[in-house]
């Protein structure tokens, strides 16, 4: 179980979609809470709506993968983007990514999966063999179990911190510190 991700970005809107694109990368399975909208409010924040509008007019697939047990606003959610969704994803089982990306019709060489929490969004991507993309939580807010998984993985995003941070889309190194 890989912990490490592939790219870091402070948002979703600071990755790189140019250079996704020159990784192959065909589908973003996108995590919801934290990712692209706050913990359990409906709407998406305008500057991850207008980040997933320049995926999908690249051509790239989207799907949202979330572990939310509210599918409903799962559904909601995925409508008003006009994307895929897997609601009730399971993650971090790689079974949740391969639901996914067979819903585009992708592979693991041509996905990435991009969310807020090492220990389900990125070790599931990295199970299923996809490049994987943490970026930071929007919040604070959010269920207490989530909170703990928060405190593992801190020291983690610190030491890739002081490592000078891994690599962030676009070829540049970023740090959780900058």
Same mark, same amino acid.
């Given at each position: 179980?890989?912990?490490?991700?592939?790219?870091?970005?402070?948002?979703?809107?600071?990755?790189?979609?140019?250079?996704?694109?020159?990784?192959?990368?065909?589908?973003?399975?996108?995590?919801?809470?934290?990712?692209?909208?706050?913990?359990?409010?409906?709407?998406?924040?305008?500057?991850?709506?207008?980040?997933?509008?320049?995926?999908? $007019?690249?051509?790239?697939?989207?799907?949202? *993968?979330?572990? #939310?047990?509210? &599918? +409903?606003?799962? @559904?909601?959610?995925?409508?008003?983007?006009?994307?895929?969704?897997?609601?009730?994803?399971?993650?971090?089982?790689?079974?949740?990514?391969?639901?996914?990306?067979?819903?585009?019709?992708?592979?693991?060489?041509?996905?990435?999966?991009?969310?807020? $929490?090492?220990?389900?969004?990125?070790?599931? *991507?990295?199970? #299923?063999?996809? &490049? +994987?993309?943490? @970026?930071?939580?929007?919040?604070?807010?959010?269920?207490?179990?989530?909170?703990?998984?928060?405190?593992?993985?801190?020291?983690?995003?610190?030491?890739?911190?002081?490592?000078?941070?891994?690599?962030?889309?676009?070829?540049?190194?970023?740090?959780?510190?900058?």
């Amino acid at each position: 179980m890989c912990l490490t991700p592939t790219l870091m970005a402070r948002a979703i809107w600071e990755v790189d979609l140019d250079d996704l694109a020159a990784r192959g990368i065909r589908g973003i399975i996108l995590d919801l809470d934290n990712t692209i909208a706050y913990w359990r409010k409906g709407g998406v924040l305008p500057e991850a709506r207008a980040w997933i509008e320049a995926a999908r $007019q690249r051509g790239m697939k989207l799907c949202l *993968a979330s572990n #939310a047990s509210r &599918t +409903s606003r799962v @559904v909601r959610v995925a409508e008003s983007l006009a994307v895929d969704h897997v609601g009730r994803a399971t993650k971090p089982f790689a079974s949740a990514y391969r639901r996914a990306m067979k819903v585009m019709g992708t592979s693991p060489s041509t996905t990435c999966g991009i969310g807020d $929490q090492v220990l389900t969004d990125i070790v599931g *991507a990295n199970r #299923a063999g996809l &490049t +994987s993309i943490l @970026v930071e939580p929007l919040s604070r807010r959010e269920l207490p179990h989530t909170w703990l998984l928060r405190l593992i993985e801190k020291p983690m995003r610190r030491r890739w911190a002081g490592r000078g941070g891994l690599e962030k889309p676009g070829g540049k190194s970023t740090s959780q510190t900058e």
